[in-house]
């Protein structure tokens, strides 16, 4: 008999039986991002507020039912697991931590010279014995990007192990907006389905989520922006609903509530409710915020 599907949490597996309320497919609990960039302080670069952040979450599992949440900061991106463990561990949420080298100026150096196969070993290595030398194993692999929109010969690599660490692995991989199509596409050469793909905001070319979703692979949008809430009815309107995630797209520190920010809340309390002013039914909504992510995350058809 085939293993059940599971997803992998910082508090062990879990079936998607167990996930009874909404999943956030993509966010940032805590990021640093100035390092690449050669910054020390920039509020648009870093997210370090772990307090508000359990707070938040405290709040959503309590109004919304906020059930998962899957943390997309991987190597370069400021993966701080120990700070994710507290954070799932007081906020009673459960989290996904994840694997995978982000892009451009935020991969580490040794990764110029490395080989596919070296690349794929060092992935391999995070989801067997766990991530920055704890026990915690990840559940998804990603995001990964192109810093400049076309993938560099390194970010083509990184793509390739990570296709090569999902179908070693059965974990998911999240793509980053920057040169997402392309890089879906280096995922799918190298024989990855692409239902265990997301990808990130589009960007402003309207036509690549619909080509995203038409190859079988999830298109991820955020929830702050009145062009995600278009994309989001076009995809639907063109029969794509079973192809769309929804997350909050918060990755700083000035975007959470404590400094005026819309919070991982927004979602909730904006987007999806001009979703249903637009005439979305409820149901169609809990596929996108529920049943969706989980299927992208355990593989399942």
């Known amino acids: 008999m085939p293993e059940l599907p599971v997803i992998r949490t910082l508090t062990g597996a879990l079936s998607p039986a167990e996930i009874t309320g909404a999943v956030l497919p993509g966010e940032h609990l805590r990021t640093d991002t100035r390092w690449g960039v050669g910054v020390d302080s920039d509020p648009h670069r870093w997210l370090d507020e772990e307090q508000s952040v359990i707070a938040e979450l405290q709040g959503l599992r309590r109004s919304d ?35 995978g080298f982000f892009a451009g100026p935020f991969l580490p150096s040794w990764t110029a010279e490395a080989d596919v196969d070296e690349l794929t070993r060092h992935l391999m290595g995070e989801i067997g014995q766990g991530l920055d030398g704890t026990s915690a194993k990840p559940g998804l692999i990603g995001q990964i990007g192109a810093w400049s929109g076309e993938p560099t010969p390194v970010e083509e690599r990184c793509a390739a192990a990570a296709a090569r660490a999902s179908l070693a692995s059965g974990l998911p991989v999240a793509v980053h907006r920057r040169g997402g199509l392309a890089l ?35 298109v991820r949008l955020t929830s702050v922006g009145a062009d995600r809430l278009r994309d989001a009815l076009d995809l639907i309107a063109a029969g794509h609903a079973h192809r769309l995630l929804l997350g909050s797209g918060l990755s700083r520190v000035a975007e959470i509530e404590r400094y005026g920010g819309p919070g991982y809340g927004h979602l909730f309390r904006t ?11 409820e149901e169609t909504i809990r596929l996108i915020t529920h049943d969706n992510p989980l299927r992208w995350m355990t593989g399942m058809e």
């Open 184 to 218: 879906m596409e280096l995922l799918l050469a190298e024989g990855l389905p692409a239902h265990r793909v997301s990808v990130g905001d589009a960007g402003t070319d309207s036509a690549v989520p619909h080509k995203i979703a038409e190859a079988g692979g999830y």
């Open 65 to 99: 039912d906020l059930g998962l949440v899957v943390d997309a900061a991987c190597v370069g991106a400021g993966r701080d697991v120990s700070a994710l463990a507290r954070i799932t561990s007081a906020s009673r949420v459960a989290v996904v931590a994840a694997t």
């Open 271 to 281: 987007f999806l409710p001009r979703l249903r002013e637009a005439g979305v039914p």
